[in-house]
Protein backbone atom coordinates (compact mmCIF):
# COMPACT_ATOMS: atom_id res chain seq x y z
CA UNK A 1 0.00 0.00 0.00
CA UNK A 2 1.81 3.39 -1.39
CA UNK A 3 0.91 6.37 1.07
CA UNK A 4 1.67 9.64 0.20
CA UNK A 5 0.77 12.48 2.88
CA UNK A 6 -2.04 15.19 1.94
CA UNK A 7 -4.36 17.52 3.36
CA UNK A 8 -8.23 16.88 2.61
CA UNK A 9 -9.91 19.22 1.18
CA UNK A 10 -13.52 20.45 3.35
CA UNK A 11 -16.11 17.98 3.20
CA UNK A 12 -18.68 18.22 0.22
CA UNK A 13 -22.54 18.55 1.22
CA UNK A 14 -24.02 14.84 0.94
CA UNK A 15 -27.17 15.38 -0.79
CA UNK A 16 -28.00 14.18 -4.33
CA UNK A 17 -29.11 17.89 -4.91
CA UNK A 18 -25.17 19.23 -3.90
CA UNK A 19 -23.71 16.41 -6.06
CA UNK A 20 -25.72 16.83 -8.70
CA UNK A 21 -25.15 20.38 -8.80
CA UNK A 22 -21.94 21.53 -8.52
CA UNK A 23 -21.28 20.28 -12.22
CA UNK A 24 -23.25 23.41 -13.26
CA UNK A 25 -20.33 25.30 -12.06
CA UNK A 26 -18.02 24.67 -14.49
CA UNK A 27 -17.38 25.20 -17.98
CA UNK A 28 -17.96 22.98 -20.89
CA UNK A 29 -15.06 23.92 -22.86
CA UNK A 30 -13.18 20.34 -22.72
CA UNK A 31 -13.96 18.38 -26.69
CA UNK A 32 -16.25 15.25 -25.27
CA UNK A 33 -14.24 13.42 -27.63
CA UNK A 34 -10.96 14.40 -26.71
CA UNK A 35 -11.97 13.40 -23.03
CA UNK A 36 -12.98 10.05 -23.58
CA UNK A 37 -10.33 9.14 -25.99
CA UNK A 38 -7.73 10.42 -23.39
CA UNK A 39 -10.00 8.74 -20.46
CA UNK A 40 -10.40 5.32 -22.45
CA UNK A 41 -6.87 4.81 -23.37
CA UNK A 42 -5.42 2.22 -21.58
CA UNK A 43 -8.49 0.77 -20.39
CA UNK A 44 -9.92 -2.29 -21.90
CA UNK A 45 -10.78 -2.73 -25.36
CA UNK A 46 -13.75 -4.36 -27.20
CA UNK A 47 -16.96 -4.35 -28.96
CA UNK A 48 -18.67 -1.57 -29.28
CA UNK A 49 -18.19 2.58 -28.67
CA UNK A 50 -18.16 2.21 -24.89
CA UNK A 51 -14.88 -0.51 -25.19
CA UNK A 52 -15.21 -4.26 -23.62
CA UNK A 53 -18.36 -5.42 -23.59
CA UNK A 54 -18.17 -6.46 -20.16
CA UNK A 55 -16.48 -2.98 -18.85
CA UNK A 56 -18.80 -0.61 -17.67
CA UNK A 57 -18.38 2.80 -18.43
CA UNK A 58 -19.64 5.52 -15.48
CA UNK A 59 -19.55 9.15 -15.49
CA UNK A 60 -20.39 10.38 -11.82
CA UNK A 61 -20.33 13.57 -12.51
CA UNK A 62 -16.85 14.43 -12.29
CA UNK A 63 -15.65 17.79 -13.98
CA UNK A 64 -11.78 18.17 -14.49
CA UNK A 65 -8.72 15.35 -13.77
CA UNK A 66 -9.50 12.83 -10.60
CA UNK A 67 -6.95 13.12 -8.21
CA UNK A 68 -5.41 9.60 -6.66
CA UNK A 69 -6.58 9.09 -2.56
CA UNK A 70 -8.48 5.92 -2.28
CA UNK A 71 -8.84 7.10 1.43
CA UNK A 72 -12.30 5.90 1.96
CA UNK A 73 -12.38 8.46 4.99
CA UNK A 74 -11.49 11.33 3.05
CA UNK A 75 -14.01 13.72 1.37
CA UNK A 76 -11.64 13.73 -1.43
CA UNK A 77 -11.76 10.32 -1.57
CA UNK A 78 -12.82 9.29 -5.64
CA UNK A 79 -14.41 5.67 -5.83
CA UNK A 80 -13.81 3.41 -3.45
CA UNK A 81 -16.16 3.42 -0.85
CA UNK A 82 -18.64 0.53 -1.14
CA UNK A 83 -16.47 -1.37 -4.46
CA UNK A 84 -13.33 -1.95 -2.41
CA UNK A 85 -13.47 -1.10 0.93
CA UNK A 86 -16.96 -2.85 2.60
CA UNK A 87 -19.63 -2.04 5.51
CA UNK A 88 -21.20 -4.48 7.25
CA UNK A 89 -24.50 -4.28 5.58
CA UNK A 90 -26.05 -2.42 2.74
CA UNK A 91 -29.53 -0.70 3.60
CA UNK A 92 -31.56 -0.16 0.76
CA UNK A 93 -32.94 3.06 1.15
CA UNK A 94 -35.55 3.09 -1.64
CA UNK A 95 -37.75 0.54 0.29
CA UNK A 96 -38.33 -0.63 3.65
CA UNK A 97 -36.63 -3.78 3.41
CA UNK A 98 -34.06 -6.23 5.74
CA UNK A 99 -30.52 -4.91 5.33
CA UNK A 100 -28.77 -7.03 3.25
CA UNK A 101 -25.65 -9.05 4.83
CA UNK A 102 -22.13 -7.96 3.96
CA UNK A 103 -19.25 -8.07 5.98
CA UNK A 104 -21.57 -8.72 8.93
CA UNK A 105 -24.48 -11.69 8.58
CA UNK A 106 -26.68 -11.45 11.45
CA UNK A 107 -27.25 -8.76 13.71
CA UNK A 108 -29.75 -8.64 17.10
CA UNK A 109 -30.41 -5.59 19.41
CA UNK A 110 -31.13 -5.84 23.31
CA UNK A 111 -34.24 -5.08 24.30
CA UNK A 112 -33.67 -1.41 25.31
CA UNK A 113 -31.61 -0.78 22.40
CA UNK A 114 -27.87 -0.48 24.34
CA UNK A 115 -26.07 -2.93 22.86
CA UNK A 116 -25.75 -4.17 19.45
CA UNK A 117 -24.27 -7.79 18.54
CA UNK A 118 -23.20 -8.68 15.19
CA UNK A 119 -22.00 -11.67 13.54
CA UNK A 120 -19.33 -11.35 10.81
CA UNK A 121 -18.65 -13.13 7.51
CA UNK A 122 -16.44 -16.15 7.92
CA UNK A 123 -14.27 -17.27 5.08
CA UNK A 124 -13.52 -13.42 3.76
CA UNK A 125 -10.00 -12.38 2.52
CA UNK A 126 -8.75 -9.13 1.82
CA UNK A 127 -7.11 -8.28 -1.33
CA UNK A 128 -3.39 -9.39 -0.26
CA UNK A 129 -4.02 -12.20 0.84
CA UNK A 130 -5.18 -11.28 4.81
CA UNK A 131 -7.63 -13.01 6.56
CA UNK A 132 -10.73 -10.66 7.97
CA UNK A 133 -11.90 -10.93 10.84
CA UNK A 134 -13.41 -9.28 14.19
CA UNK A 135 -10.31 -7.40 14.99
CA UNK A 136 -10.45 -5.37 11.56
CA UNK A 137 -13.88 -4.26 12.59
CA UNK A 138 -12.98 -2.99 16.34
CA UNK A 139 -9.80 -1.14 15.23
CA UNK A 140 -11.88 0.56 12.27
CA UNK A 141 -14.50 1.40 14.85
CA UNK A 142 -11.96 2.71 17.76
CA UNK A 143 -9.85 4.29 15.01
CA UNK A 144 -13.40 6.90 14.16
CA UNK A 145 -13.49 7.38 17.85
CA UNK A 146 -10.39 8.14 18.03
CA UNK A 147 -10.13 10.48 15.30
CA UNK A 148 -13.35 12.49 15.17
CA UNK A 149 -12.13 14.54 11.69
CA UNK A 150 -13.41 11.43 9.71
CA UNK A 151 -16.13 10.52 12.07
CA UNK A 152 -18.67 11.61 9.90
CA UNK A 153 -21.42 9.56 10.84
CA UNK A 154 -21.08 10.84 14.75
CA UNK A 155 -20.47 6.96 16.14
CA UNK A 156 -20.24 7.56 19.60
CA UNK A 157 -20.82 3.99 21.30
CA UNK A 158 -17.66 1.20 22.26
CA UNK A 159 -16.88 -1.80 19.57
CA UNK A 160 -15.38 -5.04 21.30
CA UNK A 161 -14.34 -7.90 20.12
CA UNK A 162 -16.33 -11.38 21.60
CA UNK A 163 -14.45 -13.56 19.17
CA UNK A 164 -13.53 -13.62 16.34
CA UNK A 165 -16.53 -13.73 14.16
CA UNK A 166 -18.80 -11.87 16.66
CA UNK A 167 -18.81 -8.21 17.92
CA UNK A 168 -20.70 -6.12 20.00
CA UNK A 169 -21.29 -2.27 20.30
CA UNK A 170 -22.64 -0.26 22.95
CA UNK A 171 -24.49 2.91 24.08
CA UNK A 172 -24.78 4.46 27.37
CA UNK A 173 -28.51 5.41 26.25
CA UNK A 174 -31.01 3.60 23.46
CA UNK A 175 -29.41 4.15 19.85
CA UNK A 176 -32.33 2.32 17.87
CA UNK A 177 -31.97 5.06 15.41
CA UNK A 178 -28.16 4.90 15.10
CA UNK A 179 -28.32 1.42 13.89
CA UNK A 180 -28.55 2.13 10.31
CA UNK A 181 -25.40 4.18 10.24
CA UNK A 182 -23.29 1.93 12.71
CA UNK A 183 -23.88 -1.11 10.19
CA UNK A 184 -24.16 0.28 7.06
CA UNK A 185 -22.20 3.53 6.82
CA UNK A 186 -18.75 2.38 7.83
CA UNK A 187 -16.36 0.83 5.88
CA UNK A 188 -14.05 -1.92 7.32
CA UNK A 189 -10.27 -1.17 7.26
CA UNK A 190 -7.48 -3.86 7.50
CA UNK A 191 -5.74 -3.57 10.52
CA UNK A 192 -2.54 -4.58 9.72
CA UNK A 193 -2.30 -1.95 7.26
CA UNK A 194 -3.75 1.21 9.02
CA UNK A 195 -2.53 0.90 11.82
CA UNK A 196 -0.23 2.75 10.07
CA UNK A 197 -1.94 4.97 8.35
CA UNK A 198 -3.43 9.25 9.26
CA UNK A 199 -6.99 8.43 7.94
CA UNK A 200 -7.39 12.35 8.46
CA UNK A 201 -4.42 13.25 6.30
CA UNK A 202 -2.93 10.10 4.19
CA UNK A 203 -3.50 9.57 0.38
CA UNK A 204 -4.43 5.96 -0.37
CA UNK A 205 -3.06 4.88 -3.45
CA UNK A 206 -2.97 0.99 -3.61
CA UNK A 207 -6.17 -0.06 -1.56
CA UNK A 208 -6.92 -3.39 0.05
CA UNK A 209 -10.15 -3.92 0.70
CA UNK A 210 -12.49 -6.86 0.84
CA UNK A 211 -15.23 -5.52 -2.10
CA UNK A 212 -15.77 -6.74 -5.43
CA UNK A 213 -13.34 -4.64 -7.09
CA UNK A 214 -9.72 -3.73 -7.14
CA UNK A 215 -8.23 -0.75 -8.75
CA UNK A 216 -6.74 -1.58 -12.11
CA UNK A 217 -5.55 1.63 -14.00
CA UNK A 218 -4.98 5.06 -12.91
CA UNK A 219 -5.21 8.52 -15.07
CA UNK A 220 -6.44 11.90 -13.93
CA UNK A 221 -9.07 11.66 -16.65
CA UNK A 222 -10.43 7.98 -16.10
CA UNK A 223 -9.47 5.44 -13.59
CA UNK A 224 -10.54 1.65 -13.75
CA UNK A 225 -11.88 -1.13 -11.06
CA UNK A 226 -11.86 -4.31 -12.07
CA UNK A 227 -13.51 -7.63 -10.76
CA UNK A 228 -11.90 -9.06 -7.97
CA UNK A 229 -12.27 -13.05 -8.88
CA UNK A 230 -11.75 -13.96 -5.22
CA UNK A 231 -14.55 -12.13 -4.02
CA UNK A 232 -16.32 -13.84 -0.89
CA UNK A 233 -19.60 -13.00 -3.23
CA UNK A 234 -18.31 -14.49 -6.19
CA UNK A 235 -16.32 -12.84 -9.19
CA UNK A 236 -19.03 -10.14 -10.73
CA UNK A 237 -19.81 -10.67 -14.31
CA UNK A 238 -18.72 -6.66 -15.09
CA UNK A 239 -15.41 -7.64 -15.50
CA UNK A 240 -14.25 -3.81 -15.41
CA UNK A 241 -16.29 -0.74 -14.11
CA UNK A 242 -14.42 2.82 -16.06
CA UNK A 243 -14.83 6.14 -14.75
CA UNK A 244 -14.25 9.11 -16.70
CA UNK A 245 -14.19 12.80 -15.90
CA UNK A 246 -15.70 14.77 -18.08
CA UNK A 247 -16.42 18.74 -18.30
CA UNK A 248 -20.02 18.79 -16.93
CA UNK A 249 -23.72 18.33 -17.46
CA UNK A 250 -23.59 18.85 -21.33
CA UNK A 251 -20.29 16.62 -21.57
CA UNK A 252 -22.61 13.27 -20.08
CA UNK A 253 -25.68 14.29 -22.45
CA UNK A 254 -23.27 14.16 -25.05
CA UNK A 255 -21.73 11.30 -24.70
CA UNK A 256 -25.06 9.29 -23.98
CA UNK A 257 -25.59 10.65 -27.57
CA UNK A 258 -22.69 9.26 -28.60
CA UNK A 259 -22.99 5.64 -27.10
CA UNK A 260 -19.62 6.29 -24.95
CA UNK A 261 -20.82 5.92 -21.65
CA UNK A 262 -23.03 3.44 -20.33
CA UNK A 263 -24.20 5.15 -17.03
CA UNK A 264 -24.19 8.36 -16.00
CA UNK A 265 -27.12 10.21 -13.09
CA UNK A 266 -28.25 14.06 -15.07
CA UNK A 267 -29.74 15.46 -16.76
CA UNK A 268 -30.44 15.08 -20.81
CA UNK A 269 -32.72 16.64 -23.23
CA UNK A 270 -36.02 15.13 -23.36
CA UNK A 271 -35.43 12.42 -21.08
CA UNK A 272 -39.02 11.32 -21.29
CA UNK A 273 -38.13 9.96 -23.74
CA UNK A 274 -34.68 8.68 -23.73
CA UNK A 275 -35.40 4.83 -25.07
CA UNK A 276 -36.85 6.17 -28.53
CA UNK A 277 -34.22 8.89 -28.94
CA UNK A 278 -31.07 6.84 -27.85
CA UNK A 279 -32.86 3.00 -28.63
CA UNK A 280 -29.95 1.50 -26.60
CA UNK A 281 -30.83 3.26 -23.40
CA UNK A 282 -33.31 3.84 -21.04
CA UNK A 283 -33.97 5.70 -17.52
CA UNK A 284 -34.52 4.95 -13.91
CA UNK A 285 -35.15 7.28 -11.36
CA UNK A 286 -36.72 7.82 -7.67
CA UNK A 287 -38.12 10.16 -6.09
CA UNK A 288 -35.99 11.21 -2.69
CA UNK A 289 -34.92 14.97 -3.24
CA UNK A 290 -37.56 17.17 -1.69
CA UNK A 291 -37.35 20.55 -3.02
CA UNK A 292 -38.10 23.89 -1.01
CA UNK A 293 -37.73 27.10 -0.04
CA UNK A 294 -35.93 27.12 2.99
CA UNK A 295 -36.69 29.89 5.02
CA UNK A 296 -34.48 32.45 7.66
CA UNK A 297 -37.62 31.38 9.83
CA UNK A 298 -36.37 32.02 13.31
CA UNK A 299 -36.54 36.15 14.38
CA UNK A 300 -34.97 35.22 17.57
CA UNK A 301 -31.99 34.07 16.50
CA UNK A 302 -31.57 36.92 14.05
CA UNK A 303 -33.49 36.14 10.88
CA UNK A 304 -34.72 39.26 9.51
CA UNK A 305 -37.88 39.88 6.43
CA UNK A 306 -41.46 38.72 5.66
CA UNK A 307 -40.63 35.22 5.74
CA UNK A 308 -39.95 35.24 9.45
CA UNK A 309 -43.94 35.08 9.73
CA UNK A 310 -45.20 31.51 9.47
CA UNK A 311 -48.50 32.62 7.37
CA UNK A 312 -45.84 33.94 4.27
CA UNK A 313 -44.63 30.67 4.48
CA UNK A 314 -47.81 28.81 5.00
CA UNK A 315 -49.50 31.39 1.56
CA UNK A 316 -46.34 30.64 -0.53
CA UNK A 317 -47.01 26.69 0.12
CA UNK A 318 -50.79 27.74 -1.26
CA UNK A 319 -49.50 30.22 -4.05
CA UNK A 320 -47.64 27.92 -6.00
CA UNK A 321 -48.92 25.93 -9.18
CA UNK A 322 -46.87 22.44 -9.20
CA UNK A 323 -48.31 20.67 -12.13
CA UNK A 324 -46.86 24.18 -14.21
CA UNK A 325 -43.96 24.13 -12.35
CA UNK A 326 -42.99 20.40 -12.74
CA UNK A 327 -43.66 20.98 -16.86
CA UNK A 328 -41.71 23.67 -16.84
CA UNK A 329 -38.47 23.43 -14.58
CA UNK A 330 -38.13 20.10 -13.89
CA UNK A 331 -39.45 18.23 -17.41
CA UNK A 332 -42.10 16.33 -15.08
CA UNK A 333 -39.67 14.42 -13.70
CA UNK A 334 -40.70 15.65 -9.99
CA UNK A 335 -43.32 14.26 -8.09
CA UNK A 336 -45.84 14.90 -4.95
CA UNK A 337 -44.59 16.20 -1.62
CA UNK A 338 -45.97 15.78 1.56
CA UNK A 339 -45.73 18.94 3.97
CA UNK A 340 -44.91 16.39 6.63
CA UNK A 341 -41.74 15.73 4.57
CA UNK A 342 -42.74 11.64 4.60
CA UNK A 343 -42.17 10.59 1.69
CA UNK A 344 -44.61 9.32 0.11
CA UNK A 345 -43.63 6.29 -1.55
CA UNK A 346 -41.69 4.54 1.19
CA UNK A 347 -43.13 6.45 4.39
CA UNK A 348 -46.40 7.19 3.93
CA UNK A 349 -47.57 4.73 6.75
CA UNK A 350 -46.12 7.32 9.36
CA UNK A 351 -48.10 10.50 7.71
CA UNK A 352 -50.08 12.22 10.87
CA UNK A 353 -53.90 11.19 10.63
CA UNK A 354 -54.50 15.01 11.77
CA UNK A 355 -52.60 16.64 8.92
CA UNK A 356 -54.73 17.96 6.00
CA UNK A 357 -53.79 17.82 3.31
CA UNK A 358 -51.53 14.85 3.09
CA UNK A 359 -49.96 16.30 -0.25
CA UNK A 360 -49.54 19.51 -1.82
CA UNK A 361 -51.99 20.43 -3.94
CA UNK A 362 -50.88 20.27 -7.24
CA UNK A 363 -52.08 23.52 -8.80
CA UNK A 364 -52.31 27.07 -7.29
CA UNK A 365 -54.86 28.11 -4.43
CA UNK A 366 -54.32 31.87 -4.71
CA UNK A 367 -57.67 32.60 -2.52
CA UNK A 368 -56.43 30.53 0.57
CA UNK A 369 -52.66 32.40 0.23
CA UNK A 370 -54.86 35.68 0.76
CA UNK A 371 -56.91 34.12 3.50
CA UNK A 372 -53.73 33.13 5.36
CA UNK A 373 -51.81 36.59 4.80
CA UNK A 374 -55.19 38.47 5.86
CA UNK A 375 -55.80 36.56 8.76
CA UNK A 376 -52.48 37.71 10.19
CA UNK A 377 -53.06 41.34 9.09
CA UNK A 378 -51.38 41.41 5.61
CA UNK A 379 -53.70 43.90 3.65
CA UNK A 380 -53.27 44.10 -0.17
CA UNK A 381 -51.41 47.35 -1.86
CA UNK A 382 -52.32 49.28 -4.33
CA UNK A 383 -49.92 47.29 -6.94
CA UNK A 384 -51.82 44.12 -5.47
CA UNK A 385 -48.67 43.15 -3.49
CA UNK A 386 -49.77 42.42 0.29
CA UNK A 387 -47.66 44.58 3.22
CA UNK A 388 -47.78 45.11 6.85
CA UNK A 389 -46.30 47.43 8.87
CA UNK A 390 -44.89 49.75 6.10
CA UNK A 391 -43.10 46.58 4.39
CA UNK A 392 -43.83 44.91 1.39
CA UNK A 393 -44.11 41.45 0.71
CA UNK A 394 -41.30 41.13 -1.64
CA UNK A 395 -39.01 38.24 -0.82
CA UNK A 396 -35.61 37.10 -2.55
CA UNK A 397 -34.45 33.59 -3.43
CA UNK A 398 -30.99 32.60 -3.36
CA UNK A 399 -30.24 30.32 -5.79
CA UNK A 400 -26.21 29.12 -7.08
CA UNK A 401 -25.55 30.73 -10.77
CA UNK A 402 -26.10 28.13 -13.47
CA UNK A 403 -28.49 25.45 -11.36
CA UNK A 404 -30.81 26.28 -14.65
CA UNK A 405 -33.92 24.18 -13.14
CA UNK A 406 -33.92 25.92 -10.00
CA UNK A 407 -33.56 29.25 -11.83
CA UNK A 408 -36.57 27.96 -13.73
CA UNK A 409 -38.37 27.38 -11.00
CA UNK A 410 -38.28 30.39 -9.37
CA UNK A 411 -38.78 32.28 -11.90
CA UNK A 412 -42.28 30.08 -12.37
CA UNK A 413 -43.02 30.59 -8.69
CA UNK A 414 -42.38 34.41 -9.02
CA UNK A 415 -45.44 34.75 -11.67
CA UNK A 416 -47.48 32.05 -9.40
CA UNK A 417 -46.91 34.03 -6.15
CA UNK A 418 -47.63 37.49 -7.77
CA UNK A 419 -51.44 35.93 -8.51
CA UNK A 420 -51.48 35.96 -4.83
CA UNK A 421 -50.27 39.22 -3.97
CA UNK A 422 -46.13 37.78 -2.69
CA UNK A 423 -43.36 39.34 -4.71
CA UNK A 424 -40.46 36.66 -5.55
CA UNK A 425 -37.36 37.51 -7.10
CA UNK A 426 -34.10 35.43 -7.60
CA UNK A 427 -30.90 36.48 -6.40
CA UNK A 428 -27.72 34.30 -8.26
CA UNK A 429 -24.30 33.92 -6.88
CA UNK A 430 -21.45 31.50 -6.94
CA UNK A 431 -21.89 27.69 -5.39
CA UNK A 432 -19.07 29.48 -2.60
CA UNK A 433 -21.11 32.41 -1.82
CA UNK A 434 -24.78 30.68 -1.87
CA UNK A 435 -23.29 27.80 0.51
CA UNK A 436 -22.36 31.00 2.85
CA UNK A 437 -25.58 32.64 2.95
CA UNK A 438 -27.39 29.45 3.83
CA UNK A 439 -25.15 28.00 6.47
CA UNK A 440 -24.74 31.76 7.95
CA UNK A 441 -28.33 32.47 7.44
CA UNK A 442 -27.75 35.09 5.76
CA UNK A 443 -31.11 35.03 3.39
CA UNK A 444 -34.65 35.56 3.54
CA UNK A 445 -35.16 32.30 1.08
CA UNK A 446 -32.96 29.70 -0.57
CA UNK A 447 -33.84 27.11 -2.97
CA UNK A 448 -32.47 23.60 -1.88
CA UNK A 449 -33.35 20.17 -1.36
CA UNK A 450 -33.90 17.73 1.78
CA UNK A 451 -31.78 14.88 2.23
CA UNK A 452 -32.22 11.57 3.39
CA UNK A 453 -30.66 9.75 5.90
CA UNK A 454 -29.05 6.46 5.63
CA UNK A 455 -32.47 3.86 5.94
CA UNK A 456 -36.06 4.94 4.93
CA UNK A 457 -37.41 6.61 8.18
CA UNK A 458 -38.10 10.13 8.21
CA UNK A 459 -36.86 10.38 11.34
CA UNK A 460 -33.62 11.35 9.71
CA UNK A 461 -34.62 14.44 8.11
CA UNK A 462 -36.23 15.48 11.16
CA UNK A 463 -33.57 15.38 13.13
CA UNK A 464 -30.97 17.10 10.16
CA UNK A 465 -33.44 19.61 9.38
CA UNK A 466 -35.55 20.59 12.43
CA UNK A 467 -33.32 20.09 15.42
CA UNK A 468 -32.76 23.34 17.44
CA UNK A 469 -29.22 21.94 18.31
CA UNK A 470 -27.70 21.50 14.76
CA UNK A 471 -28.45 25.17 14.47
CA UNK A 472 -26.92 28.24 15.52
CA UNK A 473 -27.50 32.29 15.35
CA UNK A 474 -27.66 34.22 12.02
CA UNK A 475 -23.88 34.97 11.18
CA UNK A 476 -22.48 31.67 12.71
CA UNK A 477 -22.36 28.56 10.91
CA UNK A 478 -25.13 26.01 11.59
CA UNK A 479 -23.87 23.23 13.84
CA UNK A 480 -25.98 21.18 11.37
CA UNK A 481 -28.17 21.18 8.76
CA UNK A 482 -30.74 23.25 10.47
CA UNK A 483 -30.14 26.66 8.32
CA UNK A 484 -33.71 27.78 8.52
CA UNK A 485 -33.42 27.91 12.44
CA UNK A 486 -35.97 26.31 13.36
CA UNK A 487 -36.53 25.58 17.16
CA UNK A 488 -39.57 24.04 18.85
CA UNK A 489 -38.71 22.45 22.36
CA UNK A 490 -41.23 20.01 21.71
CA UNK A 491 -39.99 18.85 18.24
CA UNK A 492 -36.71 18.35 20.37
CA UNK A 493 -38.86 16.10 22.96
CA UNK A 494 -40.21 13.98 20.61
CA UNK A 495 -36.25 13.58 18.53
CA UNK A 496 -35.18 12.50 21.82
CA UNK A 497 -37.82 10.05 22.27
CA UNK A 498 -37.60 8.67 18.99
CA UNK A 499 -34.11 8.03 19.24
CA UNK A 500 -34.85 5.39 22.09
CA UNK A 501 -37.74 3.82 20.90
CA UNK A 502 -37.60 0.14 18.94
CA UNK A 503 -38.10 0.62 15.37
CA UNK A 504 -40.64 -2.49 16.01
CA UNK A 505 -42.75 0.03 18.35
CA UNK A 506 -44.83 1.77 15.68
CA UNK A 507 -47.19 3.30 17.87
CA UNK A 508 -44.86 4.73 20.11
CA UNK A 509 -42.96 6.30 17.03
CA UNK A 510 -46.17 7.24 15.32
CA UNK A 511 -47.26 9.41 18.49
CA UNK A 512 -43.90 11.28 18.43
CA UNK A 513 -44.27 12.08 14.25
CA UNK A 514 -47.48 12.97 15.85
CA UNK A 515 -46.06 16.09 17.30
CA UNK A 516 -43.39 16.18 15.23
CA UNK A 517 -45.37 16.88 11.94
CA UNK A 518 -47.77 19.11 13.52
CA UNK A 519 -45.01 21.61 14.26
CA UNK A 520 -43.54 21.24 10.94
CA UNK A 521 -46.49 21.59 9.13
CA UNK A 522 -47.59 24.55 10.86
CA UNK A 523 -44.76 26.57 11.01
CA UNK A 524 -42.98 25.12 7.73
CA UNK A 525 -39.83 26.60 8.11
CA UNK A 526 -39.32 24.56 4.87
CA UNK A 527 -41.48 25.51 1.92
CA UNK A 528 -42.35 22.03 0.37
CA UNK A 529 -42.20 22.36 -3.35
CA UNK A 530 -41.78 18.86 -5.32
CA UNK A 531 -40.01 15.51 -4.73
CA UNK A 532 -37.27 15.82 -7.20
CA UNK A 533 -36.19 12.74 -9.14
CA UNK A 534 -32.70 11.53 -9.41
CA UNK A 535 -32.97 9.91 -13.12
CA UNK A 536 -30.13 8.00 -14.08
CA UNK A 537 -29.85 7.18 -18.11
CA UNK A 538 -28.21 3.78 -18.82
CA UNK A 539 -27.17 1.09 -21.37
CA UNK A 540 -29.65 -1.68 -21.75
CA UNK A 541 -28.50 -3.27 -24.89
CA UNK A 542 -25.13 -3.40 -23.30
CA UNK A 543 -26.11 -4.59 -19.55
CA UNK A 544 -28.96 -6.02 -17.53
CA UNK A 545 -30.40 -6.27 -13.59
CA UNK A 546 -30.64 -2.28 -13.53
CA UNK A 547 -32.40 -1.03 -10.41
CA UNK A 548 -36.35 -0.18 -12.06
CA UNK A 549 -39.57 -0.16 -10.82
CA UNK A 550 -40.29 -3.53 -9.27
CA UNK A 551 -37.04 -4.09 -8.17
CA UNK A 552 -35.67 -1.73 -7.21
CA UNK A 553 -32.68 -2.81 -5.19
CA UNK A 554 -30.86 0.28 -5.08
CA UNK A 555 -31.01 4.08 -4.82
CA UNK A 556 -30.29 4.20 -8.78
CA UNK A 557 -27.89 6.92 -8.74
CA UNK A 558 -24.27 5.95 -10.07
CA UNK A 559 -22.79 9.01 -7.55
CA UNK A 560 -24.33 7.03 -4.43
CA UNK A 561 -21.12 5.01 -3.48
CA UNK A 562 -22.90 1.65 -1.91
CA UNK A 563 -25.64 2.01 -3.80
CA UNK A 564 -23.50 1.95 -7.03
CA UNK A 565 -21.61 -0.65 -6.07
CA UNK A 566 -24.71 -3.18 -5.27
CA UNK A 567 -25.64 -2.50 -8.72
CA UNK A 568 -22.12 -2.99 -10.44
CA UNK A 569 -22.21 -6.50 -8.58
CA UNK A 570 -25.95 -7.47 -9.75
CA UNK A 571 -25.69 -6.04 -13.01
CA UNK A 572 -25.31 -9.05 -16.30
CA UNK A 573 -23.41 -8.07 -19.61
CA UNK A 574 -25.91 -8.90 -22.05
CA UNK A 575 -23.12 -10.18 -24.22
CA UNK A 576 -19.41 -11.57 -23.52
CA UNK A 577 -15.85 -10.46 -25.13
Request: a negative charge; proline letters at 6%; one cysteine or more.
Amino acid sequence: MRLTSSHPLPAPSTSPRTRRRRLRLLAAGISVTALLAAGCSGGAEGSGPSGSSTTLIAYTGQAGDYQLNFNPFSPSEIGSRGKIYETLFFINKTAASDPKPLLGTEYTWNEDGTQLDVTLREGVTWTDGEAFDADDVVFTYQMLLDTPGINSTGFDGTVSKVDATHVTFTWDAPAFTKGPDTLSSIVIVPEHLWRDIDPETDVVEDPVGTGAFTLGDFKGQAFTLTANPDYWGGEPAVSAVRFLALSGNQAGADAIAAGTIDWQTGPIPDMANTSRNFPNYDTGSIAQAQMVLGACANADLGCEGPQTDPAVRQALFHAVDRTQLNRLAFQDTAVEISPTFALTRSQESTISASVEPKVAPSTAQPEEASRVLEAAGWTRGADGIYEKDGERLALTVEVVTGWTDYITAIQAVSEQAKAAGIEVDAAQSSWNEWTDKRLKGNFELVIDSLHQGPAPDPFYVYSYFYDSRMTSPVGETALGNNYSRFADPAVDAALDELARLSPEDTAGRQAQFDVIQAAVVEQMPYVPLMTGSNTSVWNTAKFSGWPVDGDQYAFPAVWSAFDAAEVFKTLTPNSAD
